[in-house]
């Protein structure tokens, strides 16, 4: 990555997904992108017209399990009735008339169950700056400051930071969470991000 200038930090830069294996073409077999954070139904979805089966593998309390999911012609959602432990999960099929697939960790009732995953470093170069009370007052929740801080991120093609990513510099181990990004012009192009951020109380917590 080329320097960045206004750069006073590095960061890990941190999203949250209920993702275990991204969309991707549907081949097989296919191995999971990332573990469920907790032992969770699996939620796998197939594009298209697929008729056939997917073969979820992994271990079930400790050993290795698996549960067959059925498509007749529709796309759609299926989820398995086993609760996956966290670990490596394998993605078998025999699907025909598909095109993309993807699964998810979810709760008993559908709800995702999100784990953080790094999308960029460490060693990412960032400004940190804090915002000064009489623009955004630093507020107080459970006793402990939460402080408003505004994060200037270098500009690339193939990556975008979102609302709702954990940065974590990579010094301090101070944590913050975004809640507002907006693109900065540097002459006739954008330069790079700017990121509004709330830094937690719970150091480290991600």
Excluded: C
């Excluded at 073969?55 to 007749?72: A, F, H, M, R």
């Excluded at 394998?90 to 095109?99: A, D, K, L, V």
């Amino acid at each position: 990555m080329s320097l960045f200038p206004m750069a006073t930090a590095t960061v890990t830069w941190k999203r949250a997904t209920a993702f275990v294996l991204d969309p991707v073409a549907l081949s097989s077999p296919l191995s999971s992108d990332r573990a469920p954070v907790r032992r969770s139904p699996i939620q796998v979805r197939v594009t298209g017209s697929p008729t056939g089966t997917v073969t979820v593998s992994g271990n079930v309390d400790g050993s290795p399990d698996s549960e067959v999911l059925t498509w007749s012609g529709s796309a759609g959602y299926r989820a398995t009735t086993k609760q996956f432990d966290a670990g490596t999960l394998t993605f078998t099929s025999s699907i025909s008339g598909g095109s993309l697939v993807s699964a998810k960790a979810v709760g008993a009732g559908g709800d995702p169950q999100l784990t953080l995953y790094t999308v960029k470093g460490p060693g990412h170069p960032v400004s940190i700056e804090e915002v000064t009370e009489g623009t955004s007052p630093i507020r107080r929740q459970g006793g402990q400051e939460e402080g408003t801080h505004r994060l200037l991120v270098p500009y690339e093609d193939v990556w975008t930071p979102r609302r709702g990513d954990r940065v974590v510099n990579d010094r301090t181990g101070e944590v913050y969470d975004v809640v507002k990004v907006r693109e900065a012009a540097g002459g006739l192009y954008v330069s790079h991000w700017v990121a509004k951020a709330m830094r937690l109380d719970d150091k480290g917590n991600v």
